[in-house]
């Protein structure tokens, strides 16, 4: 059994214009997580995380509330293989 996997999740909500992004990518790299975030054009903010299960849980977490500004209504959770992926990038 591996220690590391993938996440693929969606958030909705208030969650743009509000750093969400750039937030997520501050708490990604304190936990050594690499992966990206991106803005949909129907609101939501997809986020692509690839870590340590333990960390991906914490960050998870942490998706489900966002920043100071952000109103997080809904927070999906998509389990992903490993991938090996460099960095935490917001596209």
């Known amino acids: 059994m591996t220690n590391q996997a993938c ?8 969650v743009q214009g509000v ?4 937030s997520a990518q501050r708490e ?3 936990l050594d997580i690499t992966g ?10 997809e986020v692509f ?3 340590k299960v333990d960390d991906l849980r914490l ?20 389990e992903l293989i490993w ?5 935490f990038d917001t596209l």
């Not at 996440?7 to 909500?13: K, L, Q, V």
């Not at 960050?59 to 998509?78: I, M």
């Open 19 to 22: 750093w969400y992004r750039a």
């Open 49 to 51: 995380a690839c870590g």
């Open 7 to 14: 996440m693929r999740c969606y958030i909705s909500g208030k």
């Open 59 to 78: 960050f998870y977490t942490w998706l489900k509330e966002g920043p100071d500004f952000a109103v997080v209504e809904e927070c999906t959770y998509e």
């Open 36 to 45: 990206w975030a991106r803005n949909l054009d129907d609101g939501r903010v």
């Open 28 to 30: 990604a790299k304190k």
């Open 83 to 87: 991938q090996e992926y460099q960095g």
